[in-house]
């Protein structure tokens, strides 16, 4: 069982910033991937980003919206994976919710062993 914890979600302006961090406990593996949804009102949950966890990787994905905006990363150590988001729009409005796989690569369509409860992000025009 994996147990993932969401915080750095809130009420920001557009064009500012935000972290979201995930923090994971429980039985991971050696080669999972961990990642960001997201889902806005009204509107079916969508891929964000992703990170490969697996010793040899640390390959990062993002969708198409969020490219040169957003940023993943991971901390080993404290078992973390965070998502800075800069240049915020209003368009991305939306609960994140953090996800974990046991395969070794997450996208828009891999099977999601794991949620989090997710975090309200919303941005003003």
């Known amino acids: 069982q994996v147990q993932l914890v969401e915080s750095g979600g809130g009420l920001v302006q557009a064009g500012g910033s935000l972290r979201l961090s995930c923090a994971t406990s429980?039985?991971?593996?050696?080669?999972?991937?961990m990642g960001w949804f997201r889902q806005a009102p009204g509107k079916e949950r969508e891929f964000v980003s992703s990170?490969?966890?697996?010793?040899?990787?640390?390959?990062?994905y993002y969708a198409d919206s969020v490219k040169g905006r957003f940023t993943i990363s991971r901390d080993n150590a404290k078992n973390t994976v965070s998502l800075q988001m800069s240049s915020l729009k209003p368009d991305d409005t939306a609960v994140y919710y953090c996800?974990?796989?046991?395969?070794?690569?997450?996208?828009?369509?891999?099977?999601?062993?794991?949620w989090g409860k997710g975090t309200l992000v919303t941005v003003r025009p």
């Open positions: 990170i490969s966890l697996s010793m040899s990787s640390g390959r990062t």
């Open positions: 429980g039985r991971t593996s050696s080669s999972y991937a």
């Open positions: 996800a974990f796989t046991y395969a070794g690569t997450m996208l828009s369509g891999t099977p999601v062993n794991y």
